[in-house]
């Protein structure tokens, strides 16, 4: 009887060491299927964070070209005004550059 005792303890201390190596290795398993997953998740945030911060600039950009492109047709539309202002007074210029180079050499 002491003898079947002592083997019924050693096996049940066999299955109980059975049993914790398999928790252990469990235990592992879950883990890295955790980290597995949560660097899914994070990958899948920081790839939606870069759609949304590329979207934003793209939004930011389409803004500012909106407001730009008036500021920048009225700029043109007063250079060309400028530009004819100029063109018109070309002859009157001529001609008052031609008055004072005749009367500088008629005076010398």
Do not use: Y
């Amino acid at each position: 009887m002491t003898v079947e005792l002592v083997k019924s303890i050693k096996d049940s201390e066999s299955r109980a060491d059975a049993v914790i190596r398999e928790a252990q290795h469990e235990a592992r398993r879950t883990q890295k299927d955790a980290e597995a997953k949560a660097e899914s998740i994070m990958q899948e945030a920081i790839a939606e964070a870069d759609k949304q911060s590329k979207e934003l600039i793209e939004k930011a950009e389409s803004e500012a070209r909106s407001e730009a492109e008036p500021i920048a047709k009225e700029r043109h539309d007063e250079i060309v005004q400028l530009k004819d202002k100029a063109a018109s007074r070309m002859q009157e210029a001529v001609a008052m550059l031609t008055n004072r180079v005749v009367k500088t050499n008629a005076d010398n």
